[in-house]
Structure formats: C-alpha cells, structure tokens
C-alpha cells in the first residue's frame, strides 16, 4: 500500500489536471463563450500554439499546420517544453483558439498588453493589432497597446488567431487573460479603468504639487521634497501601466522609453521612500542601510539607462527581492515608531501597510511567477494596485501632516491670545513700572558687574587645581574630548603624557607635606614652562600625577616634548615616569581608552627602572 502509494497520487493529480483541462474546453476542445454573463467572461484555457509560425486564418484554411502544443493563457511561453526543449522568452509563434458565440449579438473583446507584438484575426478578419510582428530583432517593433475589438460573428463557431513576437523583453506570451462580453460591458469596464486611473494621476499629481510647494517655503525639510519627488514620479508611471493612457493617446511611443521611464520610476521610487523615513524618523534609520541602497539603485539605474528591456529586465527579479527586504525593514522601524507612540505613527503605519500589501500584488504580477504559476492568475488581475496604494498612503501621510499644521495652528493661536493679552496690559505695566526700574537701573548694572567677576573667578576657580594652579581634571576631560573629536574629524594627530613622580610618597614622609606640596607646585610650574601652545593643556589627574594633552602632535614630538619635561624636572632634584600615547582618533578607540594607553605605559616606565619616557 505505501509502496503504490506516490502512483495513486500522481494518478489522482493527472485525472483532475483532465476534468480541468475539459471543464475548460467544453466539448470538442471548443471554448463557449455564447452565452451572456453579469461580467466579462476571460478565455483562460490551453490554447493551441504554433511555434516559430507565424500563420493566419487562410493558412488553417488551407490545411491545419503541424500542432507544436498547447499553452495555458494566460501565461508566458517561457519554460514550455516543445521536442524536449524549454522555450525561452525571445521568440514568436501563432495561438489559436476554437469559441462559440451568439450570432445574433455583438461580441466584445477586450485585449490586455501582449508581450511585446501582435495581430489579432477572429473569424478570419483583422481586428488588433499592436507593434510591428517579426522574425527577428530587427523586423519586429514592441508596443503596449490596450484594445477593444467588436464582432458581429457570422455562424456559431468562430475561430481567433493571434501572432505574437517578442524579441524585446525576458517574457513572451499572452500574460494577462483576454475578456469577452456584450459591447455595453466592455466599454463600461474601459471607462471605469481610464476613470480610475486618471483619478489616481489627478490625485498623485496634485499631492506632489502641494507637497513641492511646502517644501519651497519649508526648505530644511528634506521629507516634503523626497514626498513631492515620490508622489509625481509614481503619477507619471500610472500613466504608462494599467491601461496605458499615454500609450493610448500617443500609439507610436517609443516602447523602449516607455519601459525605462517605467522601471526607472519604481526604483527610484524605492529609493525615494527610503529617504522619506529617514529625514522622517533620522534616529530610527541607519544611515549605512541609506548609503547601500543609494548605491545599490544607483548600479541598477544605469544599468537600466544603458542597456535594452531585454537585458535591464533580467535584473527586475533582483530588485524585486531588494524591494521586499527594504520594505520590511521599514516596516520593523515603523513598528518601532508605533510602539514609542511617535505623532501620527499610527496612520503612517497603516497607510505603508497598505502600500507594501499593493506593491508586492504588482510585484507578483509584473513577475515570473505568474508564468511559472499560473493559478496565480485567478487571484491577481490587474498590475495597477500600487499606485492605488500610494493614494492611500499620500492620505495618511496628509492627515499625520494635517494634524501637525493643526496642532501649530492652535499653540500660535494660544500665544496670539496670549500676546493680546499682555499688550491690552503693557501701557499700564510700563506707567507703574518705569519710576521702579530707572531707580533700579543703576543698582542692577553694579550687581551684574559684580556677579560676572564673580562668575569668572567661580569659573575659573572650578577649573583650577587649588595648590598647582593648573587645569584639573574635570577641565581635562572636557578637553580631551572636545581635541580627540577634531582629530577625528579631520583625522589628525594627537598625543597624551601620563606623569607620576617618583617615590612621591618617602619624599613626602621624608620632608614632610608641606615640602611635598612645594614639590608638586614646582614640577607643575616646569610643565607649564615647556608647554605653551594655546592648545596644549597641562592638568593634575590626582594625587602626584599629571597629564599633558598635546593637539596635532604626533609619537616623535610627543617624545621629545616628554623628553625635555624629564630632563627638567630631574635637575630640579626629583625624577617622573612617563608614559606616551600618540595616535589618530578612529571609532574603535575611545578617550577613557587612551587615556588607560597612556597610564599603562607610564607603568611600564615604573616597571624598567623609573625616570624614563615609555611610549
């Protein structure tokens, strides 16, 4: 049983791919569609195909040509095996199908974008055709051209034929499903896709508008211009999709131009959403993920600008993947955002959320995968989600802008009543208050005459080492962090003295510590003496120990800067150990680091005998 267990199943899968082919087909492989539905029926069925043939209705008159296979439709012809051979995108061949109409009415069609060129004959006459068909990349012209056809059918049975080539993009095929219907329900559909489409141009178009001229009075946020660029390159890419309303009213538009300015704005989009959150939310967003992916659409914009559809679209699935990762992430830095209950993160989120669940149904649908998958096709209709989903997210974003306005509004409202209120009282404050402030007035001026001489001898009292009178180390610190950020910046040297007298404490004991104090006094006098740069700093870290930090000096003069403070201090009869850091600031070091760098070489001098410089 477990062994014929996977034939039983393969069997069962093959008996129901039969019922659905023949459900499909009806009866004699003939598709009815004579019957008048509510809405438009699709031909979705295995048509049947002719490759590297390009015939016509007289040469089926003629004698039936020799059946390559059938092909679902819609699908693309890539991966179909005909004499054992995957078929690749580039290429051409002849559909046909068998269908049954009412004679007695008007057949509509409608005809989706078919990759990338064709002619359409039902019941042996002419009636679309897109783009010029060809054998060869030279002979053929590709075109995205929507149409509707209207046929008053002759007999019962009619037969379509469809020539398609495509020697200009990575699929070919009939990729979206061809409607039928009554004249009435085709139109209707027409003009409620061209209503809905010109809505969403309107709208992104006037969103951008507005959002441009904020920022043109509101210059220092970056946001408004990344939003206007976004908003008015996505209304102009609605005008290329869907239905195609440039391609309509201009026919002979360069379908090339029209694929790069297509593409180019998806991702720049991309990019531009990005940038958005990022003047958005800068604390939120790395700026390496920013850096990465500017370059990364960088790359794939020229290679978009610099090669035709059919090499640029091979490096679609690419970017498809990037544009997912991307999106997540902005998606968990949202989240973020909600969770901090950020001002107006609530509708940012749920307007993104809705516009990622519209990209990836367009995604999907622009994708192989509705080739390699065909049921996808019963879920996915259309590829013009997306710009639907950016109104609602210009929505949101507008309402989160509204309420930001408002809030303004109403606190300069409040100071405005407030104002008003202070000036109503000012004459009579100014009246009782003037003879109080001119007798005053003198008083005040010798008081803050005193406080700032205070204040400056406070100041410099805080920084001061009461018995050396240099810097302490409060003043070092402040310092060393203010110089080890210029370094940084401009990547500079920088170097540190760490200093410790020698056997300090039998001085101390010996002479007592009113000598010691006169010790520590005289080194700090002979420090300040060989350290005069303006910039230079010399501080007493604690106890018998200094520091000297020495700005834009590197290993060799820190040496001889130490070098000479050795030498000094040992003739006034005592010795120092020092220990010598010099390097140029990076991100891996810090200052409590270099300093340590310092102090443990100053250790190391101890440990070799004293009265010495280690660096």
């Known amino acids: ?99 049954l109409m009412d004679p007695d009415r008007i057949t509509a069609f409608k005809i989706p974008r078919i990759l990338t060129a064709y002619r359409m004959w039902v019941n042996g006459e002419e009636v679309a055709t897109a783009g010029t068909v060809g054998t060869s990349l030279k002979e053929s012209t590709p075109q995205y051209l929507r149409q509707e056809a209207f046929i008053i059918p002759e007999q019962e049975q009619v037969e379509i034929v469809i020539q398609v080539s495509n020697f200009q993009h990575r699929s070919g095929g009939i990729l979206e499903n061809i409607l039928t219907g009554t004249e009435e329900q085709v139109m209707a559909v027409t003009k409620r896709q061209l209503a809905y489409e010109l809505l969403l141009f309107g709208s992104l178009l006037v969103m951008g508008v507005y959002h441009l001229v904020l920022y043109r009075y509101r210059k220092k946020e970056l946001s408004l211009l990344y939003y206007a660029l976004f908003c008015l390159l996505i209304s102009i890419r609605t005008l290329l999709v869907g239905s195609g309303f440039l391609i309509q009213i201009f026919p002979f538009f360069n379908w090339e131009l029209a694929h790069k300015i297509q593409t180019l704005s998806y991702y720049t989009g991309v990019l531009l959403l990005l940038l958005f959150f990022q003047e958005l939310y800068t604390q939120y967003v790395s700026k390496a993920v920013v850096k990465a992916s500017t370059l990364f659409v960088g790359v794939i914009g020229a290679v978009v600008l610099l090669t035709p559809a059919r090499i640029f679209t091979l490096i679609n699935p690419l970017f498809q993947v990037f544009t997912l990762l991307l999106s997540l992430y902005i998606l968990m830095i949202l989240f973020k955002i909600y969770r901090k209950k950020e001002a107006g993160a609530k509708f940012i989120v749920f307007g993104y959320v809705f516009l990622i669940i519209t990209v990836f149904h367009d995604l999907i649908f622009h994708s192989i995968l509705m080739s390699d998958f065909h049921f996808l096709n019963r879920f996915i209709l259309t590829g013009n989600l997306s710009s639907f989903g950016l109104l609602m997210f210009t929505l949101t974003h507008s309402f989160v802008l509204a309420f930001k306005y408002a809030k303004t509004f109403n606190q300069n409202e409040e100071m405005t009543v407030e104002l008003r209120n202070l000036n109503e009282n000012l004459e009579a404050l100014v009246e009782n208050r003037t003879e109080d402030l001119q007798e005053s007035y003198q008083k005040i001026e010798e008081q803050k005459w005193v406080l700032e001489k205070t204040n400056r001898k406070l100041q410099m009292m805080s920084q001061r080492d009461g018995l050396t009178n240099v810097w302490n180390r409060r003043y070092f610190d402040e310092a060393l962090l203010l110089e080890w950020r210029r370094a940084s910046r401009y990547q500079e040297s920088i170097s540190l003295l760490f200093l410790d007298i020698d056997n300090f404490k039998i001085y101390n004991d010996n002479y007592g510590h009113q000598e010691g104090d006169r010790c520590l006094q005289q080194v700090a006098t002979i420090l300040q003496e060989h350290v005069q740069r303006s910039a230079d700093v010399v501080a007493r870290y604690g106890g018998e120990e200094f520091v000297i930090l020495l700005p834009g000096t590197d290993q060799k003069g820190a040496i001889s800067v130490a070098e000479t403070i050795r030498k000094s201090v040992e003739s006034f009869g005592v010795t120092v150990s020092i220990g010598i850091a010099s390097m140029v600031p990076s991100s891996q070091v810090s200052p409590d680091d270099f300093i340590h760098m310092a102090d443990q070489a100053m250790y190391k001098a101890k440990e070799k005998g004293k009265n010495r410089c280690v660096i």
């Open 1 to 99: 049983m477990k062994k014929n267990r996977p034939i039983r199943i393969i069997g069962c899968i093959v008996l129901l791919t039969l019922f659905i082919t023949s459900t499909a087909l009806g009866n004699n492989g003939i598709f009815d569609i004579s019957r008048e539905t509510e809405t438009l029926q699709p031909l979705e069925t295995q048509w049947e195909f002719y490759w590297k043939e390009l015939l016509e209705p007289k040469d089926f008159a003629a004698g039936v040509p020799e059946l390559s296979g059938y092909v679902q439709v819609p699908g693309a012809w890539n991966g179909y095996q005909i004499n054992e051979e995957n078929l690749p995108g580039s290429g051409y061949g002849t559909y046909r199908l068998t269908v």
